[in-house]
């Protein structure tokens, strides 16, 4: 009896602390996947700055390592757009000028699950 019930124990907290966490709360929209750029337009030069944050509970910046990850996938995204002939971190551009901060939010608990999995 006493090894059932351990059993039992053992699978709801494996069930518990396991796979993805996720909630109905400001759900996304369906994304748009943009056209590719007509044969003859003008690709444009961009320049950003990119900064990101967590918000579980308490606020912070991510350390460097962790923001270069994110601002490589940022720029992977502009360049296989097809739209921009030229990417450059700076304070102003000639066609167009980004700032971006990326915030990663959540509740504490799906900050948990996250870890674990």
């Given amino acids: 009896m006493l090894q059932v ?3 039992m124990v053992f699978m709801v907290f494996l069930t518990i ?5 996720s909630s ?6 369906e994304s748009v996947v943009l056209p590719p750029l007509s ?19 308490t606020e912070g910046e991510y350390p ?3 923001r270069q990850i994110l601002e490589a996938e940022f720029i ?3 360049r296989d757009s097809g739209y921009f002939s030229t990417i ?16 990663i ?12 999995t």
Avoid at 17 to 21: L, Q, V
Avoid at 105 to 116: H, L, N, P, V
Wanted: proline share 0%; charged share 25%; aromatic share 10%.
């Fill in 5 to 7: 019930r351990s059993f």
């Fill in 17 to 21: 602390f396991s796979g993805c966490a």
């Fill in 24 to 29: 109905r709360v400001k759900k996304l929209k």
């Fill in 39 to 57: 044969t003859g337009i003008k690709q444009s030069t961009v320049t950003y700055e990119f900064s990101s944050a967590y918000h579980f509970g």
């Fill in 64 to 66: 460097e390592k962790v």
């Fill in 76 to 78: 992977q995204v502009l």
């Fill in 88 to 103: 450059e971190k700076g304070s102003e551009g000639n066609d167009l000028h980004m700032k971006v901060r990326l915030v």
């Fill in 105 to 116: 939010a959540g509740s504490r608990s799906t900050r948990f699950a996250e870890i674990i």
